[in-house]
């Protein structure tokens, strides 16, 4: 088992477990099994999350877990991530994606470049100074031309702004998933 090079998600997990305190709000953008929300509620003790889906068995099932887990800080919401501005009217220390399909769930309804490019410069806005974005992304076909769409963006950001990084493995199937980081380095918050 390797100690240092771990799975995407572990890593994204990582650099955001940095960033928060518990009095922090976080967005995980991509709801689906729930596992990026109840990090993010574990951290946040007296914050909230911000949950977003577009599947309503995966807000469902969350609620469910919520429930047994007593999980009281997460707002699960049955909508894209596109539309986070609706739901969420403060700063956030960090919003997460974790893009594709849900996991065990209907492999045709996967995250889009329009929708998951939307909802990053809505984060974008809504993330505070020193705040924190990441991105999993999987290169199936829909996710290749979303991950093509989201660097073309990323590339225009003024560097003095944001910082942003990819990491990937090099050594692994050509289908391994890549981690996208993004850190807000001013306090700018003008429209994107």
Excluded: W
């Amino acid at each position: 088992m390797f100690s240092v090079v771990v799975k995407a998600t572990q890593m994204a997990q990582s650099f955001v477990e940095k960033k928060l305190c518990e009095y922090d709000n976080a967005v995980d953008a991509t709801l689906g099994n729930g596992n990026d929300t109840i990090f993010l509620s574990n951290i946040l003790k007296k914050g909230i999350v911000y949950s977003f889906d577009i599947q309503k068995i995966a807000v469902d099932n969350f609620k469910e877990t919520a429930g047994r887990l007593n999980i009281s800080n997460v707002i699960a919401v049955n909508d894209g991530h596109e539309n986070m501005d609706r739901y969420i009217n403060k700063s956030v220390k960090a919003v997460m994606f974790n893009l594709g399909y849900l996991p065990k769930g209907d492999i045709n309804i996967v995250t889009k470049a329009e929708t998951t490019l939307k909802a990053l410069k809505k984060g974008l806005n809504l993330l505070m100074t020193g705040g924190i974005i990441t991105i999993v992304a999987y290169p199936h076909e829909e996710g290749r031309r979303e991950r093509d769409e989201i660097f073309n963006y990323l590339k225009s950001l003024n560097p003095k702004d944001y910082a942003v990084m990819e990491i990937g493995f090099i050594n692994r199937y050509s289908n391994s998933p890549s981690v996208i980081v993004i850190e807000k380095n001013s306090s700018s918050r003008e429209d994107i």
